[in-house]
């Protein structure tokens, strides 16, 4: 398989054609320094066998940006742990510098200073301008600051320093963003010389230490529009490859331009590009150059990525989300494992959202990820008999983890098929790929010899026989306490495809779940109005999701009526009240619930044996899946 070949590049040997690309991970200390959550997490990444790592959104200057810094000697033997360690699996480091599209500096003293509204006003106006109004001063100093960085980086043992070709490089790159008329600006020439001047601080620090330049690609859309704005469309771009070659850089890191202020052009989230959606420009890119090219983007499985360079569309493939869901991709496919790979769903639920949200990352699939080192399976005193009532997603990872331990499980479940809720979640407009997720815990059942007993109801007479029992009974449609509200079906038998709307429908509920069948049925013909007591919709969907949710209401004409309080429910109609106490009628033929959702119970009661609550059906627990794999995670590993 090409996938697990050597490469080699620049002065270094890749063991195989895996990296993980520069993503941020929040995981750094305040200084910016590499801590231990850090260097775990990229710990794990080599113990699975990626051949390289690239530390994401490196600064060489003091900012009080959350992101990695390296502007100090002070810091230099947190990144030197980090490359010795990486080192001990063969495993590359690079750092991928850059500088932000704001005046660092200046802000950075405004900041001790602590002028915090000055320094907001000054960021704002910054990224907007910046790139226009920057000096040659200033442009001196950050080439300087860039050469000592990589010193330092030198000194610690990395392995390549990445030029961050979008930011400040990539804006003054862009004839988009780039509207100067000094020797900086207009002509192709100009835009790209101070990239060139980056490339050559580098080389000023070493001419052996190995380069990459990550380049950004702004691309066309089906109806011709540009998407992304810093960076270069692609026939500039492959201009811009053979200048980069021939001015002595080592690999070319494609991937699309940023910029937009919607993370999901970069790190789209499930169904909202297509996968691989980079292959054209990469292709271009690659037959320009003779020096490798990496590739990122929507890169699903094992199959994919070999195929992407068994095609020669590019000499590595860059593994993000996949990466944060089973870092072991690498060593499951060396041992012909490729079926018990967990695979991304793109969700950004607990990636991409959690950045942006100001968290450190942590992918809801996989429970240790964020948390490497500390929360891993661990080895029992004992082999436990258990038993997990109810095969949901909840169910089925406990089974997992309880199998892993050697435990003795068997699942109950009361109906004829797994998966539970996720049946129902992938039927909207997107949401088939959660599907991705029956793959593995298929492939976990069989490979663990996991027992299931399906049409079969956990009742107390059956836990007899258990040391341990894990309730993962999910949860059900709520049914509050409104006049007429059983004149509503409910949303997720709609999902369920159980109960069918007809005419004008109501949808009192603009929670997710509420939404995504406003969704499904918008994609049906129907005439759909959504009913929300809070001031917005969908307060639990990605924020790379969200902007195209409404867009799509836009278009079909989905009336949303916030901060507006359902009184009572008619056979044909909604009345409710908004925040002036003015009473709304809506007519319809068709009301549904999706007002709130209520956990089942079971009655064990009188049951003697250890009981643990996982999932939907565990007091207090938010319906989703990141809860459903971290509590069943943890219960199943408490069990000892």
């Known amino acids: 398989m090409k996938l697990l070949e050597k490469i080699n590049v620049g002065n270094i040997t890749l063991k195989n054609r895996v990296m993980f690309p520069p993503l941020t991970t929040g995981y750094e200390e305040r200084d910016g320094s590499i801590g231990e959550q850090s260097l775990n997490f990229y710990k794990r990444l080599a113990m699975g066998g990626v051949s390289y790592v690239v530390i994401g959104d490196v600064v060489p200057i003091p900012t009080f940006s959350p992101t990695p810094k390296l502007y100090s000697d002070e810091q230099i033997p947190s990144f030197k742990k980090l490359a010795d360690t990486l080192h001990q699996y063969d495993c590359k480091v690079g750092v991928q510098i850059f500088h932000p599209e704001y005046d660092a500096f200046a802000l950075m003293q405004m900041f001790k200073e602590g002028k915090r509204d000055e320094l907001y006003a000054k960021l704002h106006y910054d990224m907007l301008h910046y790139v226009n109004e920057v000096n040659e001063e200033q442009i001196t100093r950050i080439l300087e600051s860039i050469t000592a960085c990589v010193n330092r980086a030198i000194k610690a043992g990395i392995d390549v320093i990445e030029v961050h070709g979008d930011r400040l490089v990539g804006s003054l790159c862009s004839t988009i963003l780039n509207k100067r008329t000094d020797e900086y600006g207009g002509s192709f020439e100009n835009r790209i010389r101070f990239a060139l001047a980056v490339v050559d601080a580098i080389k000023k620090a070493s001419d052996t230490i190995t380069i990459e330049y990550k380049l950004p690609i702004v691309t066309r859309r089906a109806d011709g529009s540009l998407q992304g704005k810093g960076g270069l469309v692609i026939e500039e771009a492959v201009e811009f490859a053979k200048i980069l070659e021939a001015h002595g850089v080592n690999m070319i890191h494609v991937a699309q331009a940023n910029h937009t202020g919607n993370m999901n052009d970069t790190i789209p989230a499930m169904g909202m590009r297509r996968y691989a959606f980079m292959t054209n420009e990469c292709k271009m890119i690659k037959d320009a150059v003779n020096i490798p090219v990496s590739m990122v983007g929507r890169i699903v499985d094992v199959d994919m990525a070999n195929r992407l360079l068994e095609n020669n569309i590019c000499d590595i493939v860059a593994l993000g989300r996949p990466l944060l869901a089973d870092p072991d991709i690498v060593n499951k496919t060396a041992l012909g494992q490729q079926n018990l790979i967990r695979k991304c769903i793109m969700c950004n639920k607990g990636c991409t959202d959690a950045i942006q949200g100001r968290r450190f990352l942590s992918c809801v699939l996989n429970p240790e990820n964020g948390y490497e080192f500390k929360r891993e399976i661990t080895t029992p005193t004992r082999k436990h008999k258990v038993a997990v009532v109810g095969a949901g997603i909840a169910g089925l990872e406990a089974a997992r983890v309880l199998a892993i331990k050697g435990h003795d499980v068997t699942v109950y479940e009361k109906s004829d098929s797994l998966y539970g809720q996720l049946r129902i979640a992938s039927v909207p407009p997107r949401k ?88 499904y049925l918008i994609n049906r013909g129907y005439d759909v109005t959504i009913i929300e007591m809070q001031d917005r919709i969908a307060k639990e969907e990605s924020n790379t999701i969200l902007p195209t949710i409404l867009e799509e209401f836009k278009k079909y004409n989905v009336k949303v009526l916030t901060n507006t309080k359902i009184e009572e429910i008619g056979s044909n109609y909604v009345l409710a009240r908004d925040l002036n106490n003015e009473e709304i009628r809506v007519e319809c033929e068709t009301i549904i619930n999706a007002l709130a959702s209520k956990k089942n119970t079971i009655d064990l009661s009188d049951v003697k044996a250890n009981i643990l609550y996982v999932g939907d059906c565990k007091d207090g627990s938010p319906c989703s899946i990141e809860n459903a794999t971290k509590t069943a995670y943890d219960a199943a590993n408490s069990i000892n």
Do not use: Q, T
């Not at 449609?477 to 999902?495: M, R």
């Open 432 to 519: 088939e790929e959660m599907n991705r997720i029956c793959g593995f815990y298929d492939a976990v059942i069989k490979e663990y010899n996991i027992n299931i007993l399906y049409n079969h109801e956990f009742k107390a007479v059956d836990a007899a026989s258990y040391d341990d029992i894990i309730v993962a009974v999910g949860a059900r449609n709520a049914h509050p306490g409104i006049k007429g509200i059983d004149n509503a079906i409910d949303s997720w038998d709609v999902l369920a495809k159980k109960a069918f709307p007809y005419g004008r429908v109501a949808i009192c509920g603009g929670g997710l779940v509420g939404v995504e069948c406003a969704e």
